[in-house]
């Protein structure tokens, strides 16, 4: 096939391609990013946040399986859904219990809380007719009797535990991808401006990025998190504006490389402002290696949030996030259920290895050097 007539970036998706985990990788974020935009839709628990529970059914082995019985305090209550509840999950929720038995006597219903102990089970008793006047046997069996089961079984808390992982997909992917679009910004801009210009500008960026870079990462990022407050959002910029250091420097160091070449200089010799040649020019011929720091602090970005959440800073409670989850269930590890820990932990070994590897594939692609 003659690839003179073919763009640049034509031959560059025809090399990903052909990179079998490259284009695996892709097609697996593509799919955590469905997941995640469509979580409440997949997950079991479509609650908000994912967050019914029931101590009584704490940490549960996955598969575990349960009778659910809905109480009848808001049967007559017309619960009004949105689209809104696709993407947010829902407020308005049916009351129900775990149980272990019931039995219809009459009007009477009797059921037995659902407890590990047989010998501490409360019975409880309530009337049919509060469920409404045509309720009978048939009806409030087919009706408000329902089994549960938890594929993944269930948190210390009693919550499904794969619905929580559906959800808490979203913090993780969104701090990845909202901390390197920051360090992005500021990066390139920085690296930008101290490559092309040196002098007096270099020496202040690169004053700027050693100071930056002499805090530890996360303790700067508790510094920026403590000024901004704890929240969703200031997690997000906080790590974003500890990662730009390294992309200034490998911006600048590209940049510093690309003005010497000769397209640069007929650049200026037609009159090109340097605005256009920084960012038509030669930022576009810089990005392989950017590419690939961009992975690796998307992964970095993951990693300090869940730091951020072992220390109580990160996505705050009832938010559902991959390092919480593993923060609440670390010891569980040594106490018999090291599933609780893996879970989160797997779903971000995953998502940290396809962004890596996507990021390599993509760093070869972009390569004008390779064959």
Known sequence: MDKSNQSLTGLALQKFKKNFWGVLSFWFVVLLLFVAVFAYVLAPDKTKNANWGDLSLSSKSPGFTVTMLMLPQQADIEQESSWTDYFAGTTVVTPKVPILNYNIKGDDLVYTEYTDDSSLAVIKTIQLSSYGVNVNKATFEQDYIQGQKFILGTDSQGRDLLSRLIVGSRVSIAIGFVAVFISLIVGIFFGAIAGYFGGKVDAFVMWLVNIIWSIPTLLLVIAITLALGKGFWQVFIAVGLTMWVEVARVVRGQVMSLKQMQFVTAARALGYSNTRIIFSHILPNSMAPVIVIS??????????????????????PPIPSWGGMIKDHYNYIILGKPYLALAPGIAMLLLVLAFMMMGNALRDALDVKSE
């Open 295 to 316: 992975a690796a602090n998307f992964a970095s970005a993951i990693l300090v949030e869940s730091g951020l959440s072992f220390l109580g800073l990160g996505a705050q």
